[in-house]
Structure formats: C-alpha cells, structure tokens
C-alpha cells in the first residue's frame, strides 16, 4: 500500500499506487482517484489508462491530471480545486510521493485566502515540503 496521509475529512494524498492498490482503495471507501502524477515520470509506474480501467471496474471514479511542482500553473489549479468540488468524497489523490497533491490542495486554499505560511507549516508536520506554494501568494 501507498503512504496515505489525511489532508481533510474527505481528501487524501498518497505515494505512487500499484494496480492491486485501487482494490484495496475501493475497500476502505475511496469514491474517487485523482493521479496527479505523469504517465512515465518512471519505468515501471502504473500507468493511467491501465488505473483507470481498474478504478472504474471497482465503481470508483478516476481523474488524471498529471502535474509538476516546477511548472504547476493556475489553471491546473483551478481544474484540480474543480475536481475537489464536484467529485465524489471521499477522494485519494496520488503522485510519487503525495507532495505535488499536497501542493495543489493548498494552492486552492491560498486561493480562498488562507496564509500560504500556516498551509507549508501543516505539511510538513505530516512529511510534506510544499514551500513552492509561497508563489501562489
């Protein structure tokens, strides 16, 4: 299993899934996948197609919307906060290591006005990194 790490209530960011993963996701009651990560980021990484098909063979929903930290822009973060709206709860969102859906959480909180300081301070008490979003400001 991936680490998952509860951002909200509804929402949970994890490390890069294998196939045999979005089973065990369906069992604990995920209703949606969002794989922020690109397709052959690595070799080996489950690709999106093949998650997908997976995910909607269990009944759960799955979006992909392949994102970097370096290049993040504000229409991926407009689509993701658009994802998080409307998406059935509670959802998984994934990459290699959980940061980049970590960052892109925040991002849609620091849009709503929330202080980027005290967003970066709350993840890295859980393991995340997310100082880029100081940008977003």
């Not at 299993?1 to 960011?13: E, G, N, R, Y």
């Not at 290049?71 to 709206?85: D, H, K, M, Q, V």
Request: net charge negative; proline share 4%.
């Amino acid at each position: 299993m991936p680490k998952i790490v509860a951002i909200t209530d509804w929402l949970s960011a994890a490390s890069q899934i294998v196939e045999g993963d979005i089973d065990d996701l369906a069992r604990q009651g995920y209703r949606t996948v969002i794989n922020n990560r690109p397709d052959d980021e690595e070799p080996g990484q489950l690709r999106s197609d093949a998650a997908s098909v997976r995910a909607k063979a269990l009944g759960i929903d799955y979006h992909y919307l392949p994102i970097t930290a370096a290049t993040l822009t504000r229409s991926e973060i407009e689509a993701f906060a658009e994802l998080l709206a409307t998406a059935e709860k509670p959802i998984l969102a994934h990459c290699r290591s959980g940061t980049r859906c970590y960052l892109l959480w925040a991002a849609t909180q620091v849009r709503q006005g929330k202080p980027a300081g005290a967003l970066i301070e709350q993840a890295a008490k859980q393991g995340f990194d997310i100082s880029t979003l100081k940008r977003f400001e």
